[in-house]
């Protein structure tokens, strides 16, 4: 009698984890559109990603369903997302236009989060959001290519390239952030005092993006309170 409630509970216990399974395969190819992802020739040197390496994150869907700890590769040069199926055993491009915005979770524990921004300058470019609010920042994350002018022993013919550029949005107009902090104060002249301060208190660099969020963080503080006096 033991050997037969056993019998039955490993059965279950199978039929289970087989349903789980099953559902979860549904999902992913039912609900997740996109086209298999083709390769790069490696005549080039480096690499197209921005994330070189598979990180685990998070795909929101337009249509609201949100897909966690998928297996996901930011493809810089064509502005894909690509993402692993591990049903498939195949590296799938998703379709942007159902994706309302995505996640990577770095391993050093910090997170990015993209969304394509349809605008004349972007024109639907996957960019990081690093502050969502009256003034907002992004980053904009672009692989190119340069030719070798010369034949090389390794056979490379090009090479990637990495470049990140770092945009403010305000009042419906897109601005690149200014490398020194003084001219983002000009920038918002009515506040000049108060950001002289802020900046001098908190140490401002901007060659860091925290410091660039404090800071426009704080702008928009001082634009919310400026309004409602």
Known sequence: MRLFFKI????LLIF??????AQERRTAIQNITGTAFIHYYMSYSGVPYYNSDWLKGDVVMKSGEVYHNLQLRYDAFRDDLIYFNNNLRQSIIIDKESIKGFSLQHTNGTEEYFEPLYNPKFNGRYMAILLNDSVSVVVKYVTKTNQFNELRNDGKTAEFLHKETIYYLYNSEIQIVPKRRSAVI?????????????????????????DIVLLFSEINRLLKSSSID
Do not use: G, P, W, Y
């Not at 009515?190 to 001098?200: G, N, S, T, V, Y």
């Open 8 to 11: 039955i509970s490993v059965f």
């Open 186 to 210: 000009k920038q918002f002249a009515e506040h000049k005092d108060a950001l002289h301060r802020f900046c001098i208190h908190n140490h401002i660099r901007m060659k860091n993006k925290s």
């Open 16 to 21: 289970a984890s087989t349903s789980a399974f």
